[in-house]
């Protein structure tokens, strides 16, 4: 109610940037505050629910639904939002050096179609500064992922070098990784899905992860790939195969899309990614077929249009056994969470399941 009559009206005033930074400043000075935590907690935290409850890759995720990259690129509010009712948050997307992104404007509003386009292309402080702030987190109660990507300026033949290194500079402040390689805003950067670049890539990046987990004697921390809803059923297919023999432990579907239907905003134009409803059927058409083509055997993160539990719920039986959230929780704030999960747990209990896994795949 705070955010919908007060905290929205402002920030739907300002330039869409502006807002941005203006909400992760005021999260990261309100997270050093004593007592700020508990405070966030008991405002957005989500039921305790055994039903919700789930063990993906050694990691404990109270409830399925997290925030999803782009929202704290740098990690710089990463202790706020852990207390906010997710079940998970995923920081970046960061690049091994600092880059301005591409020129503003950049991100635009399409409230007419629940929507937003932006093409930011991996503006972030670079990786030592994202171990920095993730360093100072302390206990954490959710996991949290880094969002890794190449700068711009790297050409595609030297991609694998960008990611290594993100991994080698923040291997131990990430509880688990997720591979960019499918945002439409890095020239190129969307190439490195198919056939022997992504084979390369992948092989790089797992060798990596066992390099570090061997220097220190631990095991291997998942590493996730973020794949594009733009793809041919050809293409997909082709995609998820390389993934498969990877070693790869998990699949995000999707990033945003370039397509253009149906929008009734006059920003409808505008280059870039679009998010939020219009994402919503080509998000759930790929989790369903890549949950086909895995048979169920890699798990899948959702992430498209998410802004109610029936939407979630959807995503899910589809094949997914997380979902995340960005543009819901620009357009109704950061009580989606709680209701979202609430309404899971009445769906889940409306058509008899005692426990998520049993929804996961259902209509797939």
Same mark, same amino acid.
């Given at each position: ?47 305790? &629910? ?26 710089? &509010? &990463? ?62 109660p959710i996991p949290i992922a880094v969002n890794i990507g190449k700068n711009k300026t790297t050409p595609n033949e030297e991609a694998v070098?960008?990611?290594?290194? !993100? ?21 190129d950067l969307r190439n490195l899905q198919h056939g022997d670049d992504l084979h390369v890539l992948l092989t790089g990046i797992i060798e ?30 082709? !995609? ?125």
């Amino acid at each position: 109610m705070l955010y919908e009559k007060i905290l929205k009206p402002v920030l739907f005033r300002m330039d869409p940037e502006k807002a941005h930074h203006l909400t992760i400043g005021g999260l990261k000075a309100a997270q050093r505050m004593p007592g700020v935590r508990h405070m966030l907690s008991a405002a957005f935290s989500s039921p305790s &629910a055994p039903e919700l409850r789930q063990t993906l890759w050694n990691m404990t995720f109270a409830n399925p639904i997290g925030l999803a990259a782009g929202l704290d690129k740098n990690g710089e &509010a &990463a202790g706020a939002f852990s207390y906010m009712g997710f079940g998970f948050i995923e920081a970046g997307t960061v690049t091994p050096r600092p880059q301005p992104g591409n020129d503003k404007p950049r991100l635009f509003r399409l409230p007419e179609d629940l929507a937003l386009i932006n093409r930011m292309g991996f503006n972030n402080h670079g990786a030592e500064a994202m171990r920095r702030n993730l360093e100072t987190v302390g206990a954490r109660p959710i996991p949290i992922a880094v969002n890794i990507g190449k700068n711009k300026t790297t050409p595609n033949e030297e991609a694998v070098q960008d990611y290594r290194t !993100c991994l080698r500079i923040l291997y131990d402040v990430g509880d688990y990784f997720v591979v960019n390689i499918s945002s439409p805003n890095t020239p190129d950067l969307r190439n490195l899905q198919h056939g022997d670049d992504l084979h390369v890539l992948l092989t790089g990046i797992i060798e990596e992860r066992d390099q570090q987990a061997s220097e220190r004697k631990a095991a291997p921390k998942p590493v996730l790939v973020k794949i594009a809803p733009d793809m041919s059923e050809v293409e997909l297919a082709g !995609c998820v195969e390389i993934i498969k023999s990877s070693g790869i432990s998990g699949i995000i579907a999707t990033n945003t899309t370039i397509t253009r239907h149906h929008l009734r905003s006059r920003h409808r134009e505008e280059t870039g990614g679009l998010s939020g409803k219009p994402l919503n059927r080509l998000s759930v058409g790929v989790v369903r077929q890549v949950y086909r083509l895995t048979e169920g055997r890699i798990p899948i993160v959702a992430s498209g249009g998410v802004f109610t539990g029936d939407d979630a719920y959807e995503m899910i039986r589809a094949g997914a056994s997380l979902v995340e959230i960005y543009t819901g929780m620009i357009y109704q704030g950061p009580g989606v969470n709680r209701s979202i999960n609430k309404r899971l747990l009445e769906l889940l209990r409306k058509d008899g399941y005692e426990h998520i896994s049993q929804a996961v795949g259902a209509d797939a």
